[in-house]
């Protein structure tokens, strides 16, 4: 493992940098690797962010947006910049399936490998490896990793700060979420004071939605909501034909478990969606309730214990069952 002081020198001098974060990525996953972007282009470093998929169109407006690399998009000129980096920040995960075919390039890659990154059980495949658990997103972590480790305050700009309240605010809910303490609300203010216009961030990402979206919301809610009252638990599960009714594009769903958590008394939340490949699942949960522990040891996932995701290769109607026989063995925790 490499120490700070070893990745500062690498960084004192010009590099090829790649930057890239998980597939389908999210606020936190685009606003810390354009934070990171746009704090190492300051420092004359040929850097570029190596999306593995697209990501929401509420998010195509950070600074630097416009430079970044979609693999599944374009391959070619990413799998280029990968094979000629010599740093690799990943960002917003642990684990190198989690940008699919990406995955490999990066293993397979001389480059110095530097992970930043809040998950649980991270694999062992970087040099540098800036980890903390209780974080509240990875955008936090990267502004510590500016400032603290690196020592250059100094270059939170308006560009890197956008980006980075931009991340904190998407992954803590509006800043609503247990791990929101004071030390993330003192980087907030900072964020703001160095330029970071926190009203209009919010306006862009949660106010600036298509009518589809809307609607497809007002869908979920009337038609797909089912509430488990014996378990404290609301569900909602959508068929790929639904998504296509629609014309749902990515982001769309996003968010729309937090409804059915809304709801006085439940614990337990779960949206369960029927893709082209598989059937995803996304939980939310309040309290103690472990959501990451049912996800790692029933779907493939896992995640944080209020907020976890995973797959199933059964159809749409068989992995709502199963999520729904899971639920006894847990209704001691639900009905607390």
Sequence with gaps: M?????????????????????????????????????????????????????????????????????????????????????????????????????????????????????????????????????ACATAQLVYTFIVEELQRPDLINADVATALYTGIMTDSASFRLPNTTSAVHRIVADLIDAGAVNWRIHE????????????????????????????????????????KRYESHTGDTE??????????????????????????LSLRSTGEFPANEICKKYFNGGGHRNAAGGMSTLSLQQTVEKFKQILPEYKTLLIQ
Aim: one cysteine or more; charged letters at 20%.
């Design 2 to 134: 490499l120490d700070t002081a070893a990745l500062s020198t690498l960084l004192n001098q010009p590099q090829k940098i790649v930057i890239t974060t998980h597939h389908k990525p999210d606020g936190d996953a685009m606003g810390s690797s354009l934070g990171l972007y746009n704090y190492l282009i300051q420092l004359g470093h040929h850097a570029k962010v190596v999306a593995p998929t697209d990501y929401p169109e509420f998010l195509w407006w950070m600074p630097g947006n416009e430079e970044v690399i979609i693999y599944t998009e374009q391959t070619e000129a990413a799998t280029q910049l990968i094979a000629e980096a010599s740093i690799i920040f990943c960002l917003d995960f642990n684990n190198l399936s989690r940008i699919n075919q990406m995955g490999e390039l990066v293993r397979q890659s001389s480059a110095v490998k530097v992970m930043i990154d809040h998950h649980l059980e991270p694999e062992d495949f970087d040099d540098y490896r800036y980890w903390n658990i209780n």
């Design 255 to 280: 968010g729309i478990v937090n409804y059915a958590l809304s709801i006085t008394g439940i614990r337990l939340a779960a949206f369960i969606v029927e893709r082209t490949d598989m059937v995803k």
């Design 204 to 243: 862009l990402v949660y106010s600036n939605a298509p009518e589809n979206r809307l609607r497809f919301l007002g869908y979920c809610l009337s038609n797909k909501l089912e509430i488990l009252r014996e378990y404290n638990t609301a569900l909602i599960s959508v068929t790929n034909e639904e998504l």
